[in-house]
């Protein structure tokens, strides 16, 4: 009996002991690798780091786009839907045949006003094609296993994700494809700024993708704020058991919620392909995972934390390497030193606490 | 002819028999209490009224129809509504919207307005919280939130769970008060409470439930005089 109570209060105190020694370690690095790359070695010139800063708010957006489709899923049935990355990657690839289709018809760059509506008809299959995969993910990979403990249907979620990705290159092949922009919106282009000794670019398609990443989020807040199926959404997110007891469909708020998700990621996937260039069919899987510690980050489960939480990842991955001084292979690690770090020091994110009392 | 009938209705939580052949009726129009101690499995028969809880066997007949197959939500468009034990106020939820989710299978928005000045009447107190949200009211507005939510449904009948715990004696007073108000306005209600004294002072028949069963059941004077209902219940 003595000892079965002694050991747990042992190793509380270890952990006490711990968290604060890497908390200082961390800081310590993080001011030494700051303070040489600003005043020892100066580096970088303003100019570059106003091109990180565009790099890093570009992909904030799109991060924030992606990791709200994971808070709002988790928000609602307490699941880290693995497979959210797959489904952007399969709503990218929607809106890339559709692009291919535009462009063999001619249609893509015949005028101005073509080349718009071909890239509004191209986030709508592909918001369209990635809703309907994430309905029909719930109903198949997650449904019949409501009510099991909650690692059977983050396995589902897992297996889900590999069947995505093997299917994806079953189908469309292993090769990288080209995202086939119309010539109004070329990569690469678009205005240029002299800040400092250089030049700065603001291409098109960043703020393109920028505008419609906040136009997104705004979207999305005021759904979940104002209408009737956000409120439904808000209250199966609390008590499902009372929430039915109001006459609400508890199955059709899930199936919502996947969709909304699915149409976020489908965005997010044309977006990616107008933006970075290049789809294949695991392109989902990095800015899945980061758009996942971006969720974390802001406390996963809350709407607000997922859009903060993206911009600062995004941020903190264009900017980070720079500033600790590191090369830039380093990011993706960079990012993911993120999510242990919040795991250890806030679990419950930055914005989060709302989740942490009743998580069953 | 009974507004809803209970039939001999078993109930399971995996393998723990929580209902063992209820039968119960409320007629139109009528406050009908159940009491009995903690575990007797009042809430499960609430619940299993709700499509909540599904029985084993036994029916349940609401107005002639069978509604012990229906799920949850469409029990509601039936005419059922209920305060649940506990409250189960969603606390992130600001008033207002706890009232409009109550309301969530109407379409008929003015009568909605109507019902929620109705409970803003019986509750002011609601009325001058209306944008805070539920978490952050008192126990006595959350059951007061709760019964509101209850009512905009507009339900014909309305099942209340322990309405009263919890709740200082006054308040438990002002909430008996508005449970006869509603029921002398049209609505049925079945009233689950523990405090057998208050529950038998607004309804008109009672049962008594032990251990899965209904042991006793009678008119509420019938009740009170009973030997065994005084000692285990009313404290005498
Ligand atoms: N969700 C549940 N899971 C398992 N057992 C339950 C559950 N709810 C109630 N029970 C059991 O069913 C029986 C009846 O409970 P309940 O209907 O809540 O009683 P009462 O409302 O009269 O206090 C009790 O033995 C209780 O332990
Ligand atoms: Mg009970």
């Not at chain 1, 957006?61 to 928000?75: D, E, K, N, P, R």
């Not at chain 1, 807040?221 to 508890?250: H, N």
């Not at chain 2, 009263?164 to 108000?181: C, K, N, W, Y």
């Not at chain 2, 209600?189 to 009678?218: C, D, K, P, W």
Request: proline share 3%; net charge neutral; aromatic share 8%.
């Amino acid at each position: 009996m003595e000892a079965e109570a002694s050991r747990p209060k042992q190793s509380f105190n270890v952990g006490r002991w711990i968290r604060p020694l890497i908390g200082v370690v961390v800081l310590a690095f993080i001011l030494w690798r700051f303070w040489n790359v600003l005043f020892v070695q100066q580096v970088y010139g303003p100019d570059t780091w106003m091109r990180f800063a565009i790099s890093g708010i570009i992909l904030g957006g799109v991060y924030a786009v992606i990791a709200l489709g994971y808070t709002l899923v988790y928000g609602i049935l307490f699941m880290i839907n693995f497979a959210h990355g797959d489904v952007m990657m399969l709503g990218a690839f929607a809106g890339f045949f559709t692009l291919e289709a535009l462009r063999g018809t001619g249609l893509l760059n015949q005028s101005i006003f073509w080349s718009i509506l071909s890239v509004i008809i191209a986030f709508l299959v592909g918001m369209v094609a990635a809703t309907v995969i994430a309905v029909v993910l719930e109903r198949v990979a997650y449904r019949p296993l409501r009510g099991a403990p909650r690692l059977v249907p983050l396995i589902s979620a897992i297996g889900a994700s590999l069947f995505l990705e093997n299917a994806a290159q079953l189908v469309f092949g292993a090769q990288r494809q080209t995202y086939s922009n119309p010539t109004i919106i070329e990569r690469n282009v678009g205005w240029t700024f002299h800040i400092g000794e250089g030049d700065v670019l603001l291409t098109y398609t960043g703020v393109l993708t920028f505008v419609l990443s906040v136009l997104l989020m705004i979207g999305l807040a005021l759904l979940v704020q104002r209408t009737k199926m956000g409120k439904a959404m808000r209250a199966v997110a609390e008590d499902k058991q009372t929430a039915a007891l109001m006459g609400i469909d508890v199955d059709q708020v899930i199936s919502t919620t996947f969709a909304i998700s699915g149409a976020l990621a489908g965005a997010a996937g044309v977006m990616w392909g107008l933006h970075m260039g290049i789809i294949y069919h695991f392109v989902g899987f990095l800015p899945g995972l980061k758009a996942f510690t971006a969720a974390v980050l802001g406390g996963i489960g809350n709407i607000p934390g997922a859009m903060m939480g993206g911009l600062t990842l995004g941020i903190f991955e264009a900017l980070g390497p720079a500033v600790l001084g590191m090369p830039f292979q380093l990011k993706d690690v960079l990012a993911f030193s993120i999510l242990v770090l919040v795991l250890i020091f806030r679990p419950t994110g930055l914005l989060g606490e709302v989740l942490s009392e009743k998580k069953a | 002819m009974a507004m809803l009938e209970v039939r001999n209705v078993h109930t399971y939580y995996g393998n723990i028999h929580a209902l063992k052949g209820i039968s119960i009726n409320v007629d139109e129009g009528e406050i009908v209490t159940l009491i009995g101690a903690n575990g007797a499995g009042k809430s499960t028969t609430l619940n299993a009224i709700c499509g909540l809880v599904k029985p084993r066997s036994g029916e349940i007949v609401l107005e002639n129809e069978a509604i012990h197959r229906l799920p949850a939500h469409e029990v509601v468009s039936k005419g059922v509504a209920q305060s649940p034990e506990g409250r189960r106020i969603f606390g992130r939820l600001t008033v207002q919207e706890n009232l409009e989710m109550g309301a969530f299978r109407r379409a008929d928005a003015g009568a909605i307005q109507e019902d929620m000045r109705r409970v803003f009447d019986l509750f002011p107190r609601l009325e001058e919280r209306r944008k805070q949200v539920g978490g952050t009211l008192s126990g006595g507005e959350q059951q007061m939130l709760a019964i509101g939510r209850a009512m905009m449904a507009r339900p014909r009948l309305l099942l209340l769970d322990e309405p009263s715990m919890g709740l200082a004696p006054l308040l438990v007073e002002d909430i008996f008060r508005v449970v006869r108000q509603l029921n002398e306005q049209g609505t049925t209600i079945l009233l689950v409470e523990q405090n057998a004294l208050m529950a038998f002072s607004v309804a008109h028949r009672g049962y008594v439930l032990e251990t899965g069963r209904v042991v006793l059941e009678g008119t509420v004077d019938e009740l009170r005089e009973n030997p065994e209902v005084q000692k285990a219940y009313l404290g005498g």
